[in-house]
């Protein structure tokens, strides 16, 4: 049966995956896509507990978000003080590319190697906003 509710975004690669796959209908391909929007946080658990490729899609995403306050701080930062849009449009693309190879890692990981790249990149990550900030201190 379809329920109504909210798709979060790991669900999406579930659906593509069922496409892929061969399911022959849209109905087959949203089957148990859908989470139940009023208890969200529940829904979340629960398909957790379930798919452990929905887990580390969860955990990746919830990294993301922790990382973003940060990021637009200093992008924000950055063009208030006077560094070249472009220059700041570059360093924001970077860190696009780098969290899309964050998440790829972070889902296939299963060994050192995968872990010790997933965290280079994590450092990555983490220096972009660094370098915005000293950019924008640099102008100000």
Request: glycine residues 8%; charged residues 10%.
């Amino acid at each position: 049966h379809l329920r109504w509710g909210f798709v979060h975004g790991s669900d999406l690669v579930h659906l593509g995956a069922r496409m892929m796959l061969g399911a022959s209908s849209p109905i087959q391909w949203t089957k148990g896509l859908f989470l139940d929007n009023v208890a969200p946080r529940k829904a979340i658990q629960m398909k957790s507990a379930t798919s452990p490729l929905f887990a580390k899609l969860h955990g990746s995403h919830m990294n993301a978000m922790e990382g973003l306050p940060i990021i637009f701080a200093a992008a924000l930062g950055a063009m208030q003080a006077g560094v070249s849009a472009e220059l700041v449009g570059d360093y924001c693309q970077l860190y696009a590319v780098l969290r899309a190879v964050y998440t790829i890692l972070y889902v296939i990981q299963t060994n050192w190697f995968v872990a010790i790249n997933r965290t280079t990149v994590f450092f990555g990550i983490l220096a972009i906003p660094g370098k915005l900030f000293l950019l924008a201190a640099a102008q100000a």
